[in-house]
């Protein structure tokens, strides 16, 4: 109830870090949601980890074929975003973009145009 509430008013739903804990792909199912966000423990160990490579892949095509958002947490190499872009990932997360930043820091680089892969 409170999720459509909250979309009513315009709000979209994203599930954090899918795949782990709580974020279970029941919930894609419960709830109308708009985005995922794949949890960065996928991306440790990427390329030695052949799971966490069916998992993310298997979790980009699943938002694909449910027409949602995807955001993919944890890139932090030049070998993972290249990956992850090969499977059809748009939206990256991580230091291979740049580390924390405050949002008035953020909006100023987007402002700019200067955020882009540094790995």
Known sequence: DL???L???GLRI?????????SS????????????KIAQTFML???????NAAIVKAAIGLARDLALDLVVE????????????SW???EIQGYCYAKP????EAARLLRLGKISPSC
């Open 7 to 9: 979309r009513k008013r």
């Open 25 to 36: 792909l029941e919930y894609l199912a419960r709830f109308k949601v708009d985005r995922i």
């Open 14 to 22: 994203a599930i954090d870090d899918f795949g782990t804990g709580y």
């Open 101 to 104: 930043l405050i949002a008035e």
């Open 45 to 51: 160990d990427l390329s030695a980890k052949p799971g």
């Open 3 to 5: 999720l459509l509430r």
């Open 74 to 85: 944890g890139v932090e190499t030049a070998e993972q975003l290249a990956q992850v872009k």
């Open 88 to 90: 059809g990932a748009r």
